[in-house]
């Protein structure tokens, strides 16, 4: 199998005046925060680990829709037998050294119980701390954790918008929800933002610099998203995901000629490795040039073949590999999946 096929194939209220303080004092060393010029030992770190997994898995689970827009009533979600220790135990076995956690997608509804929204697990019908659970698995079995949070939201912008810039409103939100994150839930690696076109660059650094004030070891990813990541796989990082530490490529393999993380932007050298963040998932039919994140009924993931391929390909080009993983409406990974994947570790791992 050839790399064009592989592609082809391809929160307590009593916590808010503890938030609000941390949010406004972040600021006093800004000017000293930013990207890296050289390799750091945190991007060592990232490179060492080489590979990771994601976890898509929230509202769209139960609605079937990858891009839902947060009109379900809370109490659709329900998984009968979540176990988020299973899905750690199942990317321990594949070898993953990191896990990114989605939580919170563009449906707005929050995995954990967040301060400053009534739609979250707390009003589900199964109101267990998905981020805590997560957390604690993560530490048992030696896995660096990370966040996900998407900008997009429907749900609390009052509409679909996807390049639309973000009301004030709605961006306090976004500010006190990350830094809610970084504090109930310290210790993470690693925070991703997605569709982050839609913050001005004043709000981006205003969220990198945030992030790294609660956590300074943290490394802040503006996903670049498939579009452009497919267009430029790596070689650069665009504008409109600035400032990163990482560059990330949605649903995108590496370069033919390997990554090299000497990256510039505006005329300054950076040190900035490469992540693939594939979804082995089918084909999702509403947008067929994409992958399926999130599990609905009917989903198989790809062949084990085309996993440990893509494992291959970025680990020859000087890239890690985020793989995404999508446990079912029971809370699980299907056994379904977990067979595909353990295929696909004897594959990688011989």
Same mark, same amino acid.
């Given at each position: 199998?050839?790399?064009?096929q592989?592609?082809?194939?391809?929160?307590?209220?009593l916590?808010?005046?503890?938030l609000? %303080? #941390?949010v406004?004092? +972040?600021?006093?060393?800004e000017? &000293?925060?930013?990207?890296?010029?050289?390799?750091t030992?945190?991007? $060592?770190?990232?490179?060492?680990?080489?590979?990771?997994?994601?976890?898509?898995f929230?509202?769209?689970?139960f609605?079937?829709?990858?891009?839902?827009?947060?009109n379900?009533?809370?109490?659709?979600?329900?998984p009968?037998?979540l176990?988020v220790?299973?899905?750690?135990?199942?990317?321990h076995q594949?070898?993953?050294?990191y896990?990114?956690l989605i939580?919170?997608?563009?449906t707005?509804?929050?995995?954990?119980? %967040? #301060?400053?929204?009534? +739609?979250s697990?707390?009003?589900s &019908?199964?109101?267990?701390?998905?981020?805590a659970?997560?957390?604690? $698995?993560?530490?048992q079995y030696g896995?660096?954790p990370?966040?996900?949070?998407?900008?997009l939201d429907?749900?609390?912008?009052?509409?679909?918008?996807w390049?639309?810039?973000?009301s004030?409103?709605?961006y306090?939100?976004?500010r006190?929800q990350?830094?809610?994150?970084?504090?109930?839930?310290p210790?993470?690696?690693?925070?991703?933002?997605?569709?982050p076109?839609?913050?001005?660059?004043?709000q981006?650094?205003?969220?990198?610099?945030?992030?790294?004030?609660?956590?300074?070891?943290?490394?802040?990813v503006?996903?670049?998203?498939?579009?452009?990541s497919?267009?430029?796989q790596?070689r650069?990082c665009?504008?409109?995901?600035?400032?990163?530490d990482?560059?990330?490529?949605?649903?995108t393999?590496?370069?033919l000629?390997?990554h090299?993380?000497?990256i510039?932007?505006?005329?300054k050298p950076y040190?900035?490795?490469?992540?693939?963040w594939?979804?082995?998932?089918p084909?999702?039919?509403?947008?067929?040039?994409?992958?399926?994140?999130?599990?609905?009924?009917?989903f198989?993931?790809?062949?084990?073949g085309?996993?440990a391929?893509?494992?291959r390909?970025?680990?020859?080009a000087?890239a890690?590999?985020l793989?995404?993983?999508?446990?079912d409406?029971?809370?699980r990974?299907?056994?379904e999946?977990?067979q595909?994947?353990?295929?696909a570790a004897k594959l990688?791992?011989?």
């Open positions: 199998m050839n790399r064009r592989a592609l082809k194939g391809l929160a307590a209220p916590l808010v005046p503890a609000n %303080s #941390a406004s004092l +972040y600021a006093a060393s000017s &000293s925060v930013g990207p890296a010029a050289e390799r030992p945190q991007l $060592a770190e990232f490179e060492k680990l080489r590979f990771g997994v994601s976890f898509c929230g509202m769209n689970t609605t079937g829709n990858d891009y839902d827009e947060g379900a009533p809370p109490t659709i979600y329900n009968s037998h176990d220790k299973q899905w750690i135990q199942v990317a594949l070898g993953a050294k896990a990114v939580a919170k997608h563009m707005g509804f929050t995995l954990w119980d %967040s #301060a400053y929204t009534k +739609y697990v707390a009003a &019908s199964n109101k267990t701390d998905v981020v659970e997560f957390l604690s $698995a993560c530490h896995i660096r990370g966040y996900y949070y998407c900008v429907p749900h609390n912008e009052g509409k679909l918008d390049t639309g810039k973000v004030t409103g709605y306090d939100l976004i006190h990350v830094a809610e994150l970084h504090t109930r839930y210790g993470a690696f690693y925070q991703i933002f997605d569709i076109g839609k913050l001005t660059n004043e981006r650094w205003d969220l990198y610099r945030l992030i790294k004030s609660l956590n300074p070891s943290c490394l802040v503006y996903n670049q998203c498939f579009d452009r497919r267009r430029n790596g650069l665009e504008p409109d995901s600035w400032p990163t990482i560059v990330n490529g949605e649903d393999l590496p370069s000629e390997g090299d993380p000497h510039v932007f505006e005329g040190y900035m490795p490469f992540e693939s594939l979804a082995p998932g084909v999702y039919t509403p947008v067929p040039y994409t992958h399926s994140w999130f599990w609905h009924e009917g198989k993931t790809q062949n084990a085309i996993i391929e893509s494992y390909i970025c680990m020859k000087n890690n590999l793989l995404n993983l999508s446990p409406n029971t809370g990974l299907g056994d999946s977990v595909t994947l353990r295929q990688i791992h011989g």
